[in-house]
């Protein structure tokens, strides 16, 4: 079975890729939620929530 070598590099290939667009995405999202939650502790300073 030569023929499935290469069809499983490219899976493998895929894989890693889109594991890597997942990890940007959730890093992405992180800073994101950290930064909203950042201004919003500085625009209601009333209400004391611990985020």
């Known amino acids: 079975m030569p023929q499935m070598k290469?069809?499983?590099w490219l899976l493998?290939?895929?894989l890693c890729l889109i594991s890597?667009?997942?990890m940007m995405i959730m890093?992405?999202?992180f800073y994101i939620?950290?930064?909203f939650k950042n201004k919003m502790k500085?625009?209601?300073k009333k209400?004391?929530?611990s985020w």
Do not use: C, D, Q
């Open 42 to 44: 500085k625009k209601i």
């Open 27 to 29: 890093i992405n999202t």
């Open 6 to 8: 290469p069809i499983n």
């Open 47 to 49: 209400w004391k929530w």
């Open 12 to 14: 493998i290939f895929f």
């Open 33 to 35: 939620i950290l930064t």
């Open 20 to 22: 890597l667009f997942v």
